[in-house]
């Protein structure tokens, strides 16, 4: 072949390159695909420049190539002017879409919040007042108005659906809805009142707890408020969620027999402490969440534990241990006997 004809096709190669690259690009800035895929919450910051957005773009796959992103803003001359805000975008939108939302500020209405899992109703609403979105003690009144949540079709003011929430039906001595704030993560409106927040978050447990749970919880003869009670001394005792199912048979055997469960969570409940292991003035403390010094289990659960540790509360898995630790670095150390136990305690806990 000619030194002529490979110019030639080499140039036809260019040539035919250059308009992929070009259609390619086109599609992206003004057709995006046909099949948008999953919506996400993006965040710009005051002051990041459009090289740091755009990296953040395609780290959530929001964008799929910078360059060509970078290079568009430039030449429309938009650089400068994308708004910092919470904006929720589409992995399919057109660049030129994106960049238009970015640059007129189309903020969306609604924001995340994350709760986490074994957070008591003052963490959640620490955590509400710390995000400007609901005051501390606003937050609080409303999560202790249970009758307000039970069902009860003669209530005045309150629920009258017997059917929806109905796991609070036995909250009779509850002055909380301690416990049943699903922890997860919630899109919620930027003017949600705490009512709105908290019925989402009874929603979420009343669908969470399936209709099989619930029937095992029946079968076994406890109540739900008592399984959720356990299911949160669990989410604040033990991290695994098959080393907390044996502890939970540990504690349902304690009570059992009588023995108390001498829980420190109880006691960190108490003194909105957060100890492994609790002093012995503490276990002194006159308060019926004071499960060293009152038999049976506390009044009500003492956080909102997760769907692994109201498993772990349904369903305990058999053993013949009678006693277990965790240490600082959240090991679980079993024991059979009191012996054992003390032994484990001066090892681990000094």
């Known amino acids: 072949m000619s030194k002529l004809k490979k110019l030639i096709i080499l140039f036809i190669i260019l040539i035919i390159a250059f308009g992929a690259v070009s259609f390619y690009s086109l599609k992206m800035i003004y057709t995006g695909d046909k099949k948008l895929g999953e919506e996400k919450l993006f965040v710009i910051k005051e002051g990041e420049s459009a090289n740091e957005i755009s990296r953040d773009l395609f780290a959530n796959n929001l964008i799929k190539n910078k360059f060509i992103f970078e290079t568009y803003l430039w030449v429309s001359k938009l650089e400068n002017n994308l708004k910092a805000g919470e904006y929720r975008l589409n992995s399919g939108t057109s660049l030129q879409r994106l960049t238009n939302i970015l640059v007129n500020g189309q903020i969306t209405n609604e924001r995340t919040i994350k709760i986490i899992e074994g957070w008591t109703i003052s963490d959640i609403a620490d955590y509400l007042d710390k995000e400007n979105i609901i005051k501390k003690n606003d937050f609080l009144t409303e999560v202790k108005n249970i009758k307000k949540w039970q069902p009860c079709a003669s209530c005045v003011g309150g629920n009258i659906d017997e059917a929806r929430w109905s796991f609070l039906s036995g909250l ?48 076994s003869k406890r109540t739900i408020l008592d399984t959720i009670t356990m299911a949160s001394i669990l989410e604040k005792e033990v991290a695994l969620k098959n080393e907390r199912a044996m502890v939970a048979d540990i504690f349902y055997r304690r009570l059992l027999v009588g023995m108390p469960l001498q829980a420190d969570s109880t006691i960190n409940y108490i003194t909105n402490g957060n100890s492994p292991s609790v002093s012995h003035d503490d276990t002194k403390i006159d308060s019926l969440y004071n499960t060293y010094k009152y038999r049976g289990l506390s009044p009500g659960p003492i956080s909102n534990p997760g769907l692994d540790a109201i498993d772990a509360a349904i369903h305990p898995v058999k053993n ?29 806990l000094k």
Do not use: C
């Open 172 to 219: 009779k001595e509850a002055n909380s809805l301690e416990g049943f704030l699903f922890p997860d993560t919630y899109r919620i409106y930027r003017d949600a009142t705490a009512a709105d927040i908290i019925q989402k978050m009874l929603d979420n447990f009343d669908q969470k707890l399936t209709p099989a749970m619930r029937e095992d919880i029946k079968n």
């Open 320 to 348: 013949n241990y009678w006693f277990f630790l965790t240490t600082p670095d959240g090991q679980t150390i079993f024991s059979k006997t009191l012996e054992e136990h003390n032994v484990a305690k001066a090892k681990y």
